[in-house]
């Protein structure tokens, strides 16, 4: 069964701290894999989108990696601001028949603290 | 920040009424999406369309129906709303060749947040 799993859940950072927020799937045949942002009460963001043969890819102070040996991403954010707390979305794209589609994780809500 | 708009941006209903969520672009982008998402949980395709007078159903079983008579608008209506409706509908766009959400990102709306009573 094709799966996108977030984790931790819930994280809650200082500012200024870095943070590393994980994407495990088992989505196959694999496409790519972006990262979006999403602020509470509105709609997601792409921050990063990476295909088969990227295994980095970066946005400012994101970061993503991709290891699709281990079918692993992950996402580090450097010097957090207060502006970063939100939800981020995993979300994996297959190419398994003439139509591909999405897979969304449930997204790691992320607080920043001043 | 997408040019891509959802009215209303929050929606109290009473069971059994008629609406209709509004969603349109001006990006020019053939494909469209709607999706639903519940507080803490992953989003969930409902519709889609590949352009004028195309529309799909998506994963998620829905009572909703869609409608693309113009490129730019996909308004979403629930005939008769009902409490298991109350969620957050979330409309999208991306351009591209027709391999439908492969490659091309996907550009959010803001959201309509409806509550039925």
């Known amino acids: 069964k094709n799966q996108v799993e977030q984790s931790p859940q819930s994280l809650i950072i200082l500012e200024g701290k870095n943070c590393t927020l994980q994407?495990?799937?088992?989505?196959?045949?694999?496409?790519?894999l972006r990262w979006y942002k999403q602020d509470t009460g509105r709609g997601p963001v792409s921050l990063t989108i990476m295909t088969f043969s990227e295994n980095t890819k970066s946005n400012g102070r994101y970061t993503a990696t991709l290891d699709a040996d281990t079918k692993q991403s992950s996402l580090h954010i450097t010097a957090s601001q207060l502006s970063d707390s939100a939800s981020y979305i995993c979300?994996?794209?297959?190419?398994?028949?003439?139509?591909?589609?999405?897979?969304f994780g449930r997204g790691t809500q992320l607080t920043v603290w001043p | 920040e997408a040019d891509i708009y959802q009215t209303p941006r929050y929606l109290v209903i009473g069971t059994g009424k008629k609406i209709t969520l509004e969603c349109s672009q001006t990006?020019?982008?053939?494909?469209m999406y709607w999706y639903q998402q519940d507080p803490g949980m992953e989003l969930h395709l409902i519709h889609y369309?590949?352009?004028?007078?195309?529309?799909e159903k998506g994963d998620l079983s829905s009572e909703s129906t869609v409608s693309r008579i113009r490129t730019e608008h996909f308004p979403l209506t629930l005939e008769s709303a009902r409490p298991s409706h109350t969620s957050q509908y979330l409309c999208?766009?991306?351009?591209?060749?027709?391999?439908?959400?492969?490659?091309?990102?996907?550009?959010f709306g803001p959201g309509t947040r409806l509550t039925v009573l």
């Open positions: 369309s590949y352009g004028v007078n195309s529309t």
């Open positions: 994407c495990n799937y088992t989505v196959s045949p694999f496409s790519n």
């Open positions: 990006m020019g982008h053939d494909k």
């Open positions: 979300v994996v794209s297959d190419r398994g028949s003439t139509l591909g589609r999405l897979y």
């Open positions: 999208a766009s991306s351009g591209g060749q027709r391999d439908f959400q492969s490659t091309d990102t996907q550009y």
